[in-house]
């Protein structure tokens, strides 16, 4: 089965067209300076040895770390008009930060609370005092939102009613005064989470509803997660006050539009992933000697390492053309978020394995990070839809169909 | 400093001195050549303006608009991505004088006898001789295989032993061979396919002027370096469509056959489509990268990508057609002037790509190149460094 990319809309008898005028596939100087920022940050602040101790800790995610790279370096209103109080960059700028924050691992809610939730509220009416408020404390980074969908949600499922691998509006009902009544699973950052963006079925269809965690009617119950560095949490809304932010047409708009975005700028993050595993294991086979020889001399590894450099290579342009689609608004945009999806997950989990076996016995071991980066890589193949959903999604829009 | 206005203009000085519609093709050529447009980034006189290379394409869609014979460069492709830069950089005054103008024009067809039975991917290894005489000109004896276009060529470039006294890479010599010289035997090398895009050349007693060296005595491995980089730099230049290539022969065919699709063939298609679609905006990015003057190290892996991606879809392809699967179009012996991956059938493109990860680097020597230079890992241990040719075990 396929899941329908557009609702109502007919399938294609024609293969898309590449895109015109030609996306830009390299990074700009100011990208550059904005990747310089964000580095050297995570460099003193969320270095692989950092980010272990600290899941021995109680604290879900990094909150003096999140403060930095939100508030100080501006990372969190990068997607937000200036207007709005955000910086008024685009999606290729926090692609840049996403491969930065994938290349450490960083326990920080970036994706969730700068990129799918700001993507969700910017597809509602931002001349609506609420949606703007709350745009504004999100990209400020003060605050910490959170779209309320399944980690898994794949782009699609905000047509009517649910799909596999996603629940759509189909998981919580909302009465005509808001209360909201209902149960997600395995939502990222939930508990980190201050603001949640609740899609619902409302009393005249779906509908956007913003809700206060903390709120009474609002239960998050976190569980242990294969990926300790994005903790996940299930919500149960009893009755919680929801305030509308959108309904109808607008309101599956806006989260599709979020689970595009989100499932487009992944691909940054899974990029820098793959980045950390190749470099790592390219330094650990240099210098590690069996053999009378340094392991990465003996052709058998050296071509796995050749082979994994040039998926790598490839996942970068995939992400970068996805990136910059989304930043464009270009007419190509399912097509290359779908195409980077599809491409960048595997690559990053088999750079992960590749990591973690070319180390040897330390690679499996808790002490060295490759487990954190091979934990990431395979919960990331995972969220915002499997490669294999995302090739589904390619069968119709590129006109492949299914037999 | 030469630039796109100025590039417009001289290329409209030249069209209005020789209209395309009645000037002959060859004088076109001659003249275009003349005129500092044929390679704009070659020197003033040698057919270039000293302007940056990426101009060419001004001149080239100024020209294809307005109708201009082309100098047919599929067919004169060694010449041209070989010989020329080769002699550019390295030959005498008189040699670039001699031989660029009718390379670039295609006059004179070129071939380059470099692999040998004995040394493919050792290319260092290779034995054919080149002996002095007492007038200090070259007797050459050997053989070369899979040269494409020697049954064409005019000019060869030769690397051949001058000293097997020394360590292997530094008893070689860089030539032009004269491919009508008596004792110079151009045989047909049948392929896989039925075809025979190359040859075997026998050089029997082949006399070659001192005038013809390229490079010092000895400095053959070098010279020869610039050559290879030049093959393998072909990628750039024109935009690459989505589904351009054999990709898109795939995907036509499964929309034209619905009766021919199963659910196992629809998931692997669609694996290689978004592999496809991946390597094509690889290669995007490395020509953005070049247009910038920034080439980046993409360019390396992308013939291995391309030689992967042709010999799965291929594969898939052959699978997918069922019982038209098990037949062939032609196995007569053909001589075709370059490959045609998408011009014949899916058992063709099969076979043939199989020649793709031998060609031009194996993709395993190019997967060591990656590691070594681009990764940075230790190199494999070398036994025969130090040794001379004559000593090493054959």
């Known amino acids: 089965m396929t899941a329908p990319m557009t609702g109502g809309t007919p399938r294609r008898s024609a293969p898309a067209p590449a895109p015109d005028p030609e996306p830009d596939l390299l990074y700009s100087d100011h990208e550059e300076a904005l990747r310089d920022a964000v580095r050297s940050l995570l460099a003193d602040r969320s270095d692989p040895a950092t980010v272990l101790a600290r899941l021995e800790s109680d604290a879900p995610y990094d909150a003096r770390l999140w403060r930095s790279l939100a508030t100080d370096i501006g990372g969190a209103g990068l997607l937000v008009p200036e207007k709005l109080g955000g910086q008024g960059a685009s999606a290729r700028e926090a692609a840049v930060v996403l491969e930065e924050l994938g290349r450490c691992v960083a326990p920080v809610p970036y994706l969730t609370s700068a990129v799918v939730a700001v993507a969700a509220l910017l597809g509602c009416d931002v001349a609506e005092p609420e949606v703007a408020a709350l745009l504004g404390a999100l990209a400020g980074g003060g605050t910490v939102g959170v779209l309320a969908l399944p980690l898994a949600t794949a782009p699609g499922a905000a047509a009517d009613g649910p799909v596999a691998g996603g629940t759509g509006f189909g998981s919580v009902r909302a009465a005509g005064d808001g209360a909201l009544v209902g149960r997600v699973t395995s939502v990222a950052d939930a508990a980190a989470a201050e603001t949640l963006l609740v899609p619902a079925q409302g009393p005249d269809g779906p509908a956007l509803y913003a809700v206060d965690a903390a709120a009474d009617g609002v239960r998050t119950d976190p569980f242990i997660p294969l990926d300790l560095t994005r903790p996940l949490g299930h919500l149960t809304f009893d009755g919680a006050p929801g305030r509308l932010l959108a309904t109808g047409g607008r309101a599956r708009a806006a989260v599709e539009r979020a689970l595009l975005t989100g499932a487009g700028l992944l691909a940054s993050e899974q990029l820098g992933v793959a980045e950390w595993c190749l470099a790592e294991t390219v330094r650990h086979t240099s210098e590690r000697t069996q053999f009378g020889r340094p392991v990465g001399s003996f052709q058998a590894l050296k071509h796995r390492m050749a082979a994994l450099w040039l998926d790598v290579a490839s996942a970068r342009a995939a992400a970068r053309n996805a990136a910059d689609a989304l930043a464009t608004e270009s007419p190509d945009t399912a097509v290359a978020v779908a195409v980077a999806q599809a491409y960048c997950a595997p690559v990053a989990v088999r750079a992960a394995e590749e990591c973690l076996q070319l180390h040897g016995g330390i690679g499996m071991t808790w002490e060295h990070p490759a487990h954190l980066f091979l934990k990431r890589a395979k919960s990331d193949e995972l969220a915002l839809g499997t490669p294999g959903r995302h090739r589904e999604a390619l069968a119709d829009l590129v006109a492949l169909a299914a037999p | ?394």
């Open chain 2, 1 to 394: 400093m030469t630039d796109a206005a100025d590039l417009r203009r001289r290329t409209a000085e030249l069209l209005a001195a020789h209209p395309a519609a009645d000037t002959g093709p060859l004088d076109f050529l001659r003249a275009r050549f003349d005129a500092g447009l044929a390679w704009v980034h070659f020197p003033e006189g040698l057919g270039g303006l000293d302007a940056p290379r990426a101009l060419q394409a001004v001149v080239d869609e100024e020209l294809a608009a307005a109708g201009a014979p082309d100098n047919d460069p599929r067919r004169i492709g060694i010449g041209l991505g070989m010989a020329a830069p080769t002699i550019l950089r390295y030959g005498t005054e008189e040699q670039k004088r001699r031989f660029l103008r009718p390379l670039w024009t295609g006059e004179e067809v070129w071939c380059q006898l470099f692999s040998e039975p004995g040394a493919g991917s050792d290319l260092a290894a290779l034995a054919t001789r080149a002996v002095r005489d007492a007038a200090g000109n070259w007797v050459v004896d050997g053989q070369k295989v899979w040269t494409s276009s020697a049954h064409q060529a005019r000019w060869a470039i030769l690397i051949a032993r001058t000293d097997p006294g020394l360590p292997k890479h530094r008893g070689i010599t860089y030539f032009v061979c004269d491919m009508t010289d008596p004792g110079v035997e151009v045989r047909p090398l049948r392929q896989i396919t039925g075809e025979a895009e190359f040859n075997e050349v026998f050089l029997t007693g082949v006399a070659i002027p001192d005038a013809h060296r390229v490079g010092e005595v000895g400095e053959g491995w070098r010279v020869a370096q610039t050559t290879l980089m030049n093959e393998r730099v072909a990628i750039g230049g024109a935009r690459i469509p989505r589904e351009g290539g054999m990709i898109g022969v795939a995907a036509e065919n499964w929309r034209a056959r619905p009766e021919l699709r199963t659910h196992d063939l629809h998931q692997r298609l669609l694996k290689l489509w978004v592999d496809a679609e991946a390597a094509r905006l690889t290669g995007e990015r490395l020509r953005q990268q070049l247009s910038q003057g920034q080439p980046g190290p993409e360019g390396s892996g992308m013939k291995l990508a391309f030689a992967r991606l042709a010999q799965e879809i291929s594969g898939w392809e052959v699978e997918f057609l069922a019982e038209g699967g098990l037949t062939y179009d032609d196995w007569t012996l053909r001589r075709p002037e370059g490959v045609d991956f998408t011009g014949r059938e899916a058992g063709y493109r099969y076979l043939r790509a199989k020649g793709n990860s031998i060609e031009g680097g194996t993709s395993e020597v190019l997967l060591n190149i990656v590691a070594e230079r681009v990764l940075g890992l230790p190199p494999e241990p070398r036994t025969d460094k130090d040794v001379a040719w004559k000593d090493l075990p054959r």
